[in-house]
């Protein structure tokens, strides 16, 4: 026998260990679930290799659990793929597993309660720390000649590691000796049944408990449907996904041409990703003829249907395939084309016959969902299935479709509105959508950046052009009724509008090249000036994104609109009438640009802006105790 060597864990395994050994956290029980899951991947690998191999296994595929009361321990043994020396040390000892990576940082962060995040993600190997005082794992890989390894730990700072010269079948063997408080309770066979059933009871491979095979193992995914109840979908769907909740939705289908496939597919009732970490955490398992052949897989849907969990299986894939053609595979496009096609006309049958559950869905998913907008090949589908917030809804979360719009629409309206701002308060109060508002034109609103690009890439829908309200033409707006009537500002004369012309070019003068235009506009009502982009066609939103991605803090350079009937403009008037060199048209000409810049969230230094303010606010308060002392 060789001599034992010791080692110290990784960093980061101390420190999830230690959060793990510390919890609080009442349900130890998962920890079987994880030794469990831990056993039937290495016993998938062994299926996969020998399969793949066309070699003869003489020895079952399958996990034994056997439990001692006096001496307080549990038993897991697989007959999987094991481990090597080398792989025992990279395995467990570090981190290799993104989940627990991100379980760690999230606990550390204290953002979520731990509780949930056990829950929700799976804590691997060192979960069993949660109940034991020391683990001894002895593990023979299925590699010819490889050497069984004997790994032990208490599970704080260090493990030791010590080669067998006896031999032993291939496989893994893991030694629980259980903390003394609550060992009664895992070494009772009745209780570790009910554990094996409640959370592993879908393990491909048989799992005995006192020589008794207490789990299913169906492919529930190949039975037919109507065999099948909500229940078990929904044990399945928690087997598969550790989600506490049952699932939001359930689509078990089976497809015979042009390629064969089993898919039972769930959609989660949350995104349980809210930080969109998980990329890795999407996808797929693809079987071939039940043999698990990739978890998680990342062909088989695109990622904008990422939240969608479950099992593809199908025959026509040979089950040597490796996982690294996969991708090229012919037959897997067709698999994913025809899933795509399935899981979008269930969402729209889904907002076809109850636009609640689907605004539950946009809300849980919707995010994801967007970008879609990608996915040309199914861009009808897609722009059937996007919603939006709008002017007309009564709050920010109420929904609406590019159809449901169009039927809002006036006569001869022949454009679908939309605008970018931060927030449904902030939009209600944008200049830009001043003359909407006015004549009651309905506008899309939008608050994420990503559903710019959705409008930039659907440019229409139904025969009516998408535009952003900030470059609508607003004669095209001509023909629509105000709603109320207006106190209209009296017409400028001509006298007037001469004026107008020359101190807007004074306006111009004194912002330089600040702004490429000064010039009179057509769509204020309220506010006395507007920023617009000179190309019309990129919205201020979209530039703002394109500029952070060229890392470009420069201002803009757009054009001034300038509102003719507003208050503040009639009285320059008078006052650049008078006198053109009067400093006030120079002041409020500075002041009107930095406030749209402002608005528009481009201001950058707002000093010369607040002194200018305060400056007007002393004197204009030293006029108004003069004229009402
Ligand atoms: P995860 O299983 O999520 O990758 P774990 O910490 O549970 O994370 O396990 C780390 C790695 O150790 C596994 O990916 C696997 O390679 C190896 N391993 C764990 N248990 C076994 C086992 N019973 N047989 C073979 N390898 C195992």
Redesign the pocket.
Known sequence: MSKKTTHKFKAEVSQLLDILVHSLYTNKEVFLR??V???S??LE?VRFQATSEDGKDEIPLQITIASDKDAGTIT?T?T????TRD?LMK??GT???S??AELTRMATEGKESLDALIGRF?????SVYMVADEVT?T?RSAEANAKPILWTSDGKTEYKLQELDEDMPR??R?DVKLKEDIASQFTNDAHLKMIVNKHSNFINFPILIGGEQVNTVSALWREPKFQISAEQYAEFYKFLTYDAEDPFDTLHTSVDAPVQFNALMFTPKNDNDPFGMGRENRGLDLYVRRVLIEKQNKDLLPEYLGFMKGVVDTEDLPLNISRETLQDNILMRKISSTLVKQVLGNLEKIAKDNAERYAEFWHAHGNLFKAGYMDFLNKDKFSHLVRFNTSSSEDSKGLTSFAEYIARTQEDQKEIYYAYGPSREALGLSPHLEVFRKKGIEVLYLYEAIDEFVMDALRDYDGYTIVSAEHADVSKLDVFEALEKEDKAEQLSEDQKTTLDKMLARIKDVLGDSVSEVKASQRLSDSPVCLANPDGHTTSSMDKIMRVMSKDTSIPTKVLEVNPDHALVRNMLTIYKKDENDPFIEQAARHLFESALLLEGYLTDPHALVGRVQDLLTKSSGWYVETTK
Do not use: C, P, Q, R
């Open positions: 994880e030794l899951s831990n056993a991947d290495a690998k897991i697989d999987g793929i094991g481990m792989e395995n467990i981190i290799a597993h989940g627990t799976g804590v691997g190997f060192y794992v593990t496989g893994t893991i």
